[in-house]
T-cell receptor, first 116, second 112 residues
Framework: AQSVTQLGSHVSVSEGALVLLRCNYS??????LFWYVQYPNQGLQLLLK??????LVKGINGFEAEFKKSETSFHLTKPSAHMSDAAEYFC??????????????FGAGTRLAVHP | EADIYQTPRYLVIGTGKKITLECSQT?????MYWYQQDPGMELHLIHY???????EKGDLSSESTVSRIRTEHFPLTLESARPSHTSQYLC???????????FGPGTRLTVL
């Protein structure tokens, strides 16, 4: 079964600094991978997704992630943090189920704090 | 605009009350899901549906029930709310064969 591990439940960066949020997955088949962002009292918004095309995926708000099969990783980065990036970030991998249902397996989340 | 809606956004209710959390989507998606999320914690799948008249329980055992009479509507019901049901409930949907899920804004439920 697929699983997702997000290293670091809390990450704190200075405004303007590099953001790096780590995600490792386990999957017996080529995975579909996602990063979602959740702002306080909101639902989840898709940041970006990897679906076996380009290994470097660009998403919204200046975020990008690189799929590295050899490392089973899909780390999320942003060159320069903005105060508005403060949120909870979830990495997820698809697990195929019966009936055409694709289950999303979520990591535990990483809370990003951005300080002036 | 195609979207997914949840009402109410916030609900505070007393123990023993029956409640229904509403979820509707206008994207024509076949599949819909309910997740439970405690503050600062990961998401746990509690119910899902392949389509009309199809409902299944998810990974996390829940005392709630769901129904899917119309494609666009997937309400969740608690017959008798308890403080242990206090949580955030997120509804999501995806198209047939699709991998990404689209989420509603969530309902934050507090049971006193």
């Amino acid at each position: 079964a697929q699983s997702v591990t997000q290293l670091g439940s809390h990450v704190s960066v200075s405004e303007g600094a590099l953001v790096l949020l780590r995600c490792n997955y386990s999957s017996s088949v080529p995975p579909y991978l996602f990063w979602y962002v959740q702002y306080p009292n909101q639902g989840l918004q898709l940041l970006l997704k990897y679906t076996s095309a380009a290994t470097l995926v660009k998403g919204i708000n200046g975020f990008e992630a690189e799929f590295k099969k050899s490392e089973t990783s899909f780390h999320l980065t942003k060159p320069s943090a903005h105060m508005s990036d403060a949120a909870e970030y979830f990495c997820a991998v698809t697990q195929a189920w019966s009936g055409g249902y694709n289950k999303l397996i979520f990591g535990a989340g990483t809370r990003l704090a951005v300080h002036p | 605009e195609a979207d997914i809606y949840q009402t109410p956004r916030y609900l505070v209710i007393g123990t023993g009350k029956k409640i229904t959390l509403e979820c509707s989507q206008t994207m024509g998606h076949d599949k819909m899901y309910w997740y439970q999320q405690d503050p600062g914690m990961e998401l746990h799948l509690i119910h899902y549906s392949y389509g009309v008249n199809s409902t299944e329980k998810g990974d996390l055992s829940s005392e709630s029930t769901v129904s899917r009479i119309r494609t666009e509507h997937f309400p969740l019901t608690l017959e008798s709310a308890r403080p242990s049901h206090t949580s955030q409930y997120l509804c999501a949907s995806s198209r047939h064969g699709g991998h990404e899920q689209f989420f509603g804004p969530g309902t934050r439920l507090t049971v006193l």
